[in-house]
């Protein structure tokens, strides 16, 4: 799906990832593993895009109420969620799934949210109306709608329970929002100054304080773009190789990470599937895969 970003491309993510090898990456560190292929949606120029505040937020909803299903169904089968993507407003489809799951055993969900923006724009802060920059305030439920219910619940995490890491470009009013919330935020500066084990550690401590297990939802434009091109909002002076694969490394370890999500490669804007192939390599350092 790219229908939630400002720029096509990054609906043919889950290919390029495909193509760069993650399925033999899987069974390289013994995961077995079902592919249920792509969620089929139609295409932007076929669709209205409605409401210039909150575009396609028809379709992305039908989208990510798929894909909540699918998530809880995968769950309930007792394994563990991996999502590709596709632009970030398919995270309000996975962490409804992951939600609604927990919820219905009395547990609460912690989420890590790695991304150089911080995705909590509403329709009255959005500069672009995308809701791929609106996907974390939806599940906090601060929008209000169909996004926000999804599942018939809301909120779908509690903002002591998530964490933002990796931040540094950020919009005025979604500034306010991350400052006002009650989520824990980790900056560009933050890491700098303080490295990322130090961040990591710190942030996994602090989202299964109250939860049983966490989710990460990673974006790949949280990487430096001269290790990731192929994404559609690049910023300069991101995660290197070696702190996006630490990051993860700490979180397999932890033994406490229930999900995965990686999103918003475009290999229009990449180079040879340069951006796929990390891709699948932060994927492998998350679900397991270890140096030695």
């Known amino acids: 799906m790219d229908h939630g970003a400002g ?35 139609k295409t932007p120029e076929t669709e209205v895009s409605g409401d210039p505040h909150y575009r396609f937020a028809g379709l992305i909803q039908k989208a990510c109420d798929e894909l909540r299903q699918l998530v809880l169904a995968a769950l309930e089968e007792g394994g ?35 991304d150089a923006h911080g995705d909590m724009n509403t329709p009255s802060t959005s500069p672009s109306g995308n809701i791929h920059g609106m996907p974390l305030s939806v599940n906090l439920g601060m929008n209000a709608g169909a ?8 909120p779908k995490v509690l903002p002591e329970d998530v964490v933002l890491i990796g931040l540094r ?10 400052r006002e919330s009650g989520v824990h935020a980790y900056t560009m500066q933050d890491i700098d100054e303080r490295g990322m084990a130090s961040i990591m ?8 304080r109250q939860c049983d297990q966490f989710h ?16 559609g909002t690049p910023v300069p002076g991101g995660l290197t190789y070696r702190e996006a694969h630490l990051a993860l490394e ?7 990470l229930g999900s995965f999500e990686l999103v918003e490669v475009n290999p229009i804007l990449d180079t040879a599937n340069q951006t796929g192939e990390v891709a699948v390599g932060l994927i492998g350092s998350a679900l397991g895969r270890k140096i030695l």
């Open 7 to 41: 720029r096509r491309g990054v609906g043919m993510g889950p290919t390029a990832i495909r193509i760069a090898g993650l399925h033999r990456a899987l069974e390289r560190i013994g995961r077995s593993f079902v592919d249920r292929g792509d969620i089929v949606i």
């Open 80 to 114: 563990l969620p991996l999502v590709i993507g596709g632009d970030h407003s398919i995270a309000i489809g996975t962490v409804a799934g992951l939600s609604e799951f927990h919820r219905a055993r009395e547990q609460r969900l912690g989420l890590i949210w790695v």
């Open 147 to 154: 996004l926000t219910s999804l599942g018939g619940f809301q």
């Open 169 to 178: 470009d950020l919009d005025q009013g979604e500034r306010q929002a991350i």
């Open 201 to 208: 550690r710190e942030s996994i401590e602090h989202v299964t």
């Open 216 to 231: 990460i939802s990673f974006d790949i434009d949280s990487l430096d773009p001269r290790v990731a091109p192929g994404t």
């Open 250 to 256: 700490l979180a397999a370890a932890s033994e406490r």
